[in-house]
C-alpha cells in the first residue's frame, strides 16, 4: 500500500527535470561535478539502488548527524549515508526570526534552483526556509543553508569533502528526474526516551507536531506528504475533491489510508509504553533550547548590532528561566566593512573627545593660573603696605624708654624721703 501511495504521488512528487538538465550542470564549479565514490556507489547497489534515483535528507541537531536515504527499486527509502555535522548554531528548538541564530526545524523542501555550486562555502543549497508553516506562524529569516566550510550562523555546516557528497546525492537525485527533494530536521531523535527527557521544555509541542511526521517515515520509509493548515503540519492526508489545504486557515475534510492508520496506531501503542517507562527511567539532563520568541528577540538585535559593526559580547546573549539575561564578559567587534567602519568612527569620537577634555583641562589650567597669579599680586600688595606702616610702629613702641630716667629718679627721690624721714625719727627719740 505504501508503494501505491507514492506511485500516486502522495510521497514522492512526480518524475520530470525541472529547471535543470544535463546542459546547465556543464557550467557548475569542478568540485559541484565530481562523482561519488566508489564505495557509495557498490553500497547503493547492494541495497537496490540506482545513482540517480530520488534521495531525501534527515538532520537531527543534538546528535549533530545529517542522514542521506534514497529510494530503493521498492520505492521504500534506506539510509546510504550518515555525516557528522560539522557546524550548527543556535540551541535545540526551531527559527523564530532573522538574526536569532536558530538553525531551522521542519519539513523543507529543495528543488534545482536552490542548490548553489559557486557557493562561498565550498557547494550549498538553501533549504528552503521559511515554508508554509514558518510563514503562518510569522517566523521570518533567510539564506539557511547546508553548506561545506566548517562556518554556522543559523545554517547546518559541512565540511568541503562532505558537502561534496550530499551535494552529490541531490544532484544525481535531479539528473535522474527527481523534481524535489524533502529535508526533515529535527532537535534529536524522536524516540520515547529524548521525547520523555523534553516533556517539560517549552517546544515540546511543537516537536509533538514534527514527531507525526517523523514517526510516518519511520513507518513507511517514504517521505511523507506534507502540509499546513491551521497553523500546523499534517502529513500524509488527501484532501477531499475541491477541497485544498490553507495553512492559516481551516483544516479541510481528510482520509487516509486504513492501511498507513492501522500502522500508525500499533506503532503508537508500543510508543506510549516505552514513552511511560522513559519518564520514570533516569536519563541525561536536556540540553539548553531556545526560550522562545522573546529569546530568539534579544539574539536577533544582538545580530543586528553585531552586524553594524558595534562592540558586543562575543557570544550571543541568553534568556534564563528567571527572566533575567546573560551576557559573556568578553566584547568584541566583528572583522567586516561595518566592523571597521564603525571601529574607526568610534576611535574618530575618542579622538574628539580626548581632544575636548584637553582643551577644557587647559581651560581649567589657565583659570588656576590665572587665580594663582592673582592670589600673588594681592600678597605682595599686602606685603608692600604693611612694609610702609612698620616705622609708626616703631615710635609707639619707643616711647615708653624716653620716659625710663624720669621714673627712676622718682624712684630714687622717694627711697631719700623715706630714708630722712626714718632718719629724723630717730633723732627725736634719742634726743641728736
Known sequence: MFVKLARTGILIAALGVAGCNNSSMKDFAPEANKPLPDKILADMRAKGMVRTSSVMARIFKEEGKLEIWKAKTNGR???????????????????????????????????????NPRSNYHLSFNIGYPNAYDRANGRTGSNLMVHGACSSSGCYSMTDAQIEQIYAFGRDAFQGGQT??????????????????????????????????????????????????EKRYV?????????????????PATTQPDSLKSAYNSYMSTYDAAFSGAVKASVPAPKPTIA??????IV?????RRARGERVPIDPPSLNNDGSVTETARMGRIDSPAGRKMAALDAEKAAKQKAEEQR???IEAAKQAKEAAKAQALAEEEAEKAAKEAPVATATIAAPSETAPMAETQAASADESRVTKLKNKLLGMFGG
Do not use: H
Not at 95 to 113: I, L, M, N, S
Not at 235 to 251: E, K, L, M, R
Open 292 to 297: 522562545g520568541i522573546k529569546e530568539a528577540s
Open 77 to 115: 527509502y534506506d539510509m546510504v549515508a550518515s555525516y557528522d555535522i560539522c557546524k550548527w548554531s543556535g540551541k535545540l528548538g526551531p527559527k523564530y526570526t532573522e538574526g536569532d541564530r536558530q538553525a531551522p526545524e521542519g519539513f523543507y523542501t529543495v528543488r534545482p534552483a536552490q542548490m
Open 235 to 251: 502529513f500524509n492526508q488527501v484532501a477531499a475533491d475541491g477541497q485544498t489545504f490553507d495553512p492559516t486557515g481551516a483544516c
Open 300 to 304: 536577533s538585535d544582538w545580530s543586528k
Open 360 to 362: 577644557l583641562a587647559a
Open 180 to 229: 524535489e527533494f524533502q529535508i526533515q530536521a529535527f532537535p534529536f531523535r524522536m524516540t520515547a526516551a529524548n521525547m520523555a527527557r523534553y516533556r517539560n521544555d517549552p517546544n515540546y509541542d511543537f516537536w509533538k507536531m514534527l514527531k507525526v511526521g517523523y514517526d510516518n517515515f519511520e513507518i513507511t520509509k517514504v517521505p511523507p506528504k506534507v502540509d499546513v493548515c
